[in-house]
Every structure is written in C-alpha cells, then in structure tokens.
C-alpha cells in the first residue's frame, strides 16, 4: 500500500496543508484542508475544504470529514465515521432548480483534544465532543457530549 510520508514542515499537497511526518494513505480525497504533524489519515477517506485535523491524530479508513469540522489533538476517528454538517440537505430549491452553496446553513462541529469516535458513529453537525470524550461504535451523536464523558446508543445518551 502507497502512502504519502512527509519530511517536510507545512508541506502543500493539492492545496492541503500537511504537517512534518503526516501519513496518508492511497485513495484519500483531501482537499482545502489542513493535517497536523504526526497524524495519520487510512484508505478511502473524504477530508474537505476548510477541515482542521490537529498532531497526533489517527483517521481510520473509509471515514469521511465534511467541511465544518475541527478534530483536535490526539484525536482517534474510527472506522467508518461520518460527520453530518447540515441540518436540512437537500439537493434543489423548491423550484426544482439544483441548491448552491448560498441555499444551505453549515454547522460547525469540534472534537476536542485525545477524544475517541468509535467506527461507523454519526456525528450530527453544530455539536462539541469534549476533550477525552469516548463515543461508542454505531453511535449517532446529536447533542454536545462533556469532556471525558462516555456516550453511546442511537441517540447517544451519556453512561
């Protein structure tokens, strides 16, 4: 398996801001982003514009990162992990006419430092993951979970 392995500091790669020993592996779409020293990002995940991934962090494959969304330090996205950064998507207006950018409101959603999203959770857009949170596998997270709090379910609900 191929993966980019970065010597150097700040590095751009396809208008994505890559940190010193940064490892993305293949079929990784990023872009307008940035990826932090140490972190490592699997196969087959979408990381979009205006995306922050912080040091030390490890992204597991088929996860995707929607705009909107700040992963601090130290954070572990599992296997499959989805993060949502609309409310109410749809593809046209109601005259039937295709939605731009301008028909749409984009939530911001932050995972604070050493937090842990187990794989296949739905993050739900305009919440906060606590430092240290852990959220359990196949968890849809729609509310803000406090840091070191243990969330899990579908809602999550904090145990």
């Known amino acids: 398996m191929e ?5 150097n ?3 751009s790669l396809n208008n994505v801001k890559v940190g010193k020993d940064v490892k993305i592996y293949d079929f990784v779409n990023a872009y307008g982003c ?3 020293d140490g972190s490592k990002v699997g196969t087959f995940v979408e990381i979009q514009k205006g995306v922050s991934i912080g040091k030390n962090c490890k992204v597991s494959s088929h996860s995707f990162i929607c705009e909107g969304v700040t992963i601090e330090d130290n954070v572990f996205i599992g296997h499959n992990v989805t993060f949502i950064n609309d409310r109410i998507p ?3 207006r ?7 950018e301008e028909d749409w409101t984009m939530e911001n959603t932050i995972i604070g430092k050493g937090a842990s999203i ?3 959770a739905t993050i739900m857009c305009g919440i906060s993951i606590g430092e240290g949170a852990l959220i359990g596998a196949g968890s849809v997270v729609t509310k803000d979970v406090p840091a070191g709090a243990t969330a899990y379910g ?4 904090i145990k």
């Open 154 to 157: 579908n809602p999550a609900k």
């Open 118 to 120: 187990g794989s296949s």
């Open 34 to 36: 940035s990826i932090d």
């Open 9 to 11: 500091p700040k590095q």
């Open 94 to 100: 109601p005259d039937g006419s295709m939605q731009t």
């Open 3 to 7: 993966m980019l392995n970065t010597d």
């Open 90 to 92: 749809r593809a046209t």
